[in-house]
C-alpha cells in the first residue's frame, strides 16, 4: 500500500469538534490566557515606543510607537500560534495522547491537524486582536481602514501554526522547540520589520527577509494600522497562504509518517 | 486489495462477521511484525488475542482499525475494506486502547460528550446518553469529577464508557484490565460480560488467561507475527495439552522429577518448580505421597498451559 506523502485536506467541516475540544479547554482558562497574550508584548511595545521613541526621530515619517504597534500585532500573532502550534498541539499529540484517541472515532488524521491548525491560527487571532485593541483605545490606529488587519492576523495565525505543526511532528521532545526559536523565530523577528525598517539592513539580509512569512505580514499590517492602503496586497497574500497550504501539507505528510506508520 | 465494489457487494452479505482477516503483513524496516494472519470474529461473540509481548498483537490490531496500513491482506470491519473504508467502519466501532488517554483538562462528563462530537452525535442525543453510560460504567455521582481524582479503576472504566458512546456494535478492548486490582477487575469483567449479551462483538488482547478464559468464546495465539492456535478456550486445552497438571516445589523437586520423569506424559521445570503434565496423575500423587519435603499441587491443566507450551518459558521483553 502506498504511504501518502502530501495529502488535501477534503473539505467539510468534520475537523470542527477537534477545535471545539480545544476551545472547551481555552475556555477554563480564558482570562489568565488573554492577559497572557496581551500583558508582555504591550510592556515591550509602551516601553520601547515611549521609551525608545522619545530619543528617535519620525520612523518611516511616523512616532516610533506608532510604527512598532503594528509590528507588535504581527509578532505576538506569531508567537501565540507558534506556541499554540509547537507546545500545546505536542501535549496533546504525544504527552496526553489525545490524537490516538481522537484517530480511534471516525475523524482522520487531517481532521485533527485541520483542527489544530484552524484553532492556533483561532487563539492567536485572540490575540492580535487583543492587542489591535488596546492600540486603537491608545489612538494608535486609523479606523476604518486598521480593521482589514483582522482578516492578515487570522492568515498570520494560519502561516505560521501551519509552521509550527510541521516542527511538532518532528519533535522527540519539548527540548527541539529551543532550536525552531532559536534559528528561525528569533532571528525572523529581527530582520522582518518589526522593531525597525528593513532598509536598515546589509542588501543579503534584506533579501533573505523578503521571503520570510513575518515580513509580508508586517508589510500588510503596517500601512492598515496607519490608514493607508498596502502595496502588493496580492503578492503578500499569495506568501502567507502558500506557507500556510505549503506548510500544512509537509505537517501533514511528517505526521502520518509518525503517528500512522 | 478488493475492490470498493466488492466491498459494497460484502456490505449487503455481511451479516456473520465482525472482522475478517486474510494474509494480513506488515514488516517495519525489513523486521517482519505480523507474518500473515488470517482469523474471523462471527458478530456478538468474544475474541481474544493473545501472545506474548512483540508478537505482534497491537500491530494487528492498529490495522483492523485502519490506522495502520498493512503490507498485504485484505481486512472486513464491520463490512466495510480497510484501510479504504475506515472512517465508515469506524463509526460502528468503539476502542478501549491499552495506555489511558483521556482528556486531563476535562470533568467525567465533558470527556463523554467531546469524544461523542467526534462521531457527529448531536450535542442533545449525547446528553441524553451520558448518564446512562455513566451508570453503566459504575461512575453515576461522578459527572463532573477532574479525570485526576479518579482512580485507575474509574478511568478504565470510564475510557470503557466512552467507547461506548457511538453505541457501536464491535468494541476493541487493547489489555482492558492491565494494572488493575482484583475487584476493578472482576467489575469491568462483569461489564463486558454485559456488553456480550446485549449483542456487542468484543475483540481484546489480554496477557491474563484467566481472563481470555472467562470471557472468550473464541481465541487466537500469536507469536512471532503468525497465528499459532485458534479455538474456544477449552477446545485449546483439549487439543494441546494433557488434563492434568502436578506442580511441585522446593530445593529437591527438579532433581526429584527429573529421576521419575515416566509418571507423567511431560515434564517441564521453571526455576525448582518442576511441572508434570499428565493424562491420568495417580501414580505421580502416589509417589508424592511417600515423600515428606515436596509440596506440590494437584489442578485441571488451564489456558495458561497452553500459551506457555506454546510460546515458551523464555521471557520476552
Not at chain 2, 441524553?128 to 453515576?140: N, Q, V
Not at chain 2, 503468525?226 to 492434568?244: N, S, T
Request: proline share 5%; aromatic share 8%.
Amino acid at each position: 500500500m502506498s504511504h501518502r506523502w502530501i495529502a488535501l485536506p477534503r473539505p467539510g467541516w468534520r475537523w470542527l469538534p477537534v477545535w471545539r475540544r480545544n476551545f472547551l479547554v481555552w475556555r477554563k482558562l480564558a482570562i489568565p490566557s488573554i492577559l497572557g497574550n496581551l500583558a508582555d508584548p504591550l510592556i515591550y511595545m509602551l516601553g520601547l515606543g515611549y521609551g525608545l521613541g522619545r530619543l528617535l526621530p519620525a520612523v518611516q515619517g511616523v512616532d516610533y510607537v506608532r510604527f512598532l504597534a503594528a509590528g507588535t500585532i504581527v509578532a505576538s500573532t506569531m508567537n501565540s500560534a507558534t506556541f499554540e502550534a509547537l507546545y500545546s498541539a505536542f501535549s496533546r499529540m504525544h504527552v496526553q495522547k489525545t490524537w490516538d484517541a481522537i484517530l480511534n472515532t471516525p475523524l482522520s488524521l487531517d481532521h485533527v491537524l485541520t483542527g489544530e491548525l484552524v484553532w492556533a491560527a483561532s487563539k492567536s487571532l485572540l490575540a492580535g486582536v487583543a492587542i489591535l485593541l488596546v492600540v486603537g483605545a491608545l489612538g494608535l490606529a486609523a479606523a476604518p481602514l486598521a480593521l482589514w488587519i483582522v482578516p492578515v492576523i487570522f492568515l498570520t495565525g494560519l502561516a505560521f501554526a501551519a509552521l509550527g505543526l510541521i516542527v511538532c511532528a518532528l519533535a522527540p521532545s519539548y527540548d527541539f522547540f529551543m532550536y525552531y526559536f532559536t534559528l528561525f523565530i528569533t532571528p525572523m523577528l529581527l530582520i522582518s520589520g518589526v522593531f525597525f525598517p528593513t532598509d536598515q539592513l546589509p542588501g543579503v539580509v534584506q533579501t533573505i527577509a523578503a521571503w520570510l512569512p513575518l515580513a509580508h505580514a508586517v508589510q500588510l499590517a503596517r500601512p492598515l494600522l496607519l490608514g493607508q492602503v498596502p502595496e502588493n496586497i496580492a503578492g503578500h497574500l499569495a506568501v502567507l497562504l502558500l506557507v500556510a497550504g505549503v506548510g500544512f501539507c509537509f505537517a501533514s505528510g511528517l505526521t502520518r509518517r509518525r503517528l500512522l506508520k | 486489495m478488493a475492490s470498493l465494489n466488492a466491498a459494497a457487494a460484502d456490505t449487503a452479505t455481511f451479516g456473520g462477521a465482525a472482522l475478517q482477516v486474510s494474509g494480513l503483513r506488515k514488516s517495519y524496516t525489513g523486521q517482519t511484525v505480523v507474518d500473515g494472519v488470517d482469523f474471523t470474529v462471527p458478530a456478538a461473540t468474544c475474541f481474544g488475542l493473545l501472545g506474548p509481548n512483540g508478537a505482534g498483537k497491537t500491530t494487528t490490531l492498529r490495522c483492523c482499525l485502519g490506522l495502520t496500513p498493512a503490507d498485504a491482506g485484505t481486512i472486513r470491519l464491520a463490512g466495510h475494506v480497510l484501510p479504504e473504508q475506515a472512517e465508515v467502519a469506524r463509526t460502528r466501532v468503539g476502542v478501549v486502547p491499552q495506555l489511558d488517554n483521556l482528556d486531563p483538562d476535562f470533568s467525567s462528563r465533558e470527556n463523554l460528550l467531546v469524544y461523542g462530537r467526534y462521531f457527529g452525535i448531536s450535542d442533545a442525543v449525547l446528553r441524553a446518553r451520558i448518564p446512562d453510560l455513566l451508570d453503566f460504567a459504575g461512575l453515576s455521582g461522578k459527572e463532573g469529577a477532574n479525570i485526576q481524582s479518579l482512580s485507575g479503576g474509574m478511568k478504565r472504566r470510564l475510557t470503557l464508557a466512552r467507547a461506548l458512546i457511538n453505541d457501536p456494535d464491535i468494541v476493541f478492548l487493547d489489555e482492558p484490565t492491565t494494572g488493575l486490582d482484583p475487584q476493578a477487575r472482576h467489575l469491568i469483567w462483569d461489564r463486558l460480560k454485559r456488553l456480550i449479551a446485549h449483542g456487542k462483538t468484543l475483540i481484546l488482547t489480554t496477557h491474563f488467561m484467566d481472563e481470555a478464559e472467562r470471557l472468550c468464546d473464541r481465541l487466537a495465539i500469536l507469536d512471532h507475527g503468525r497465528l499459532i492456535a485458534e479455538g474456544a478456550p477449552r477446545e485449546l486445552i483439549a487439543r494441546h495439552i494433557e488434563p492434568q497438571v502436578v506442580e511441585i516445589f522446593g530445593d529437591a523437586a527438579t532433581t526429584w522429577a527429573r529421576r521419575r520423569q515416566g509418571l507423567g506424559e511431560r515434564l517441564e521445570t521453571a526455576g525448582d518448580t518442576a511441572f508434570f503434565y499428565c493424562r491420568d496423575a495417580a501414580p505421580l500423587l502416589g509417589a508424592l505421597a511417600g515423600t515428606l519435603t515436596l509440596r506440590y499441587v494437584h489442578r485441571a491443566a488451564s489456558l495458561e498451559d497452553v500459551f506457555l507450551k506454546l510460546t515458551g518459558r523464555d521471557l520476552r521483553d
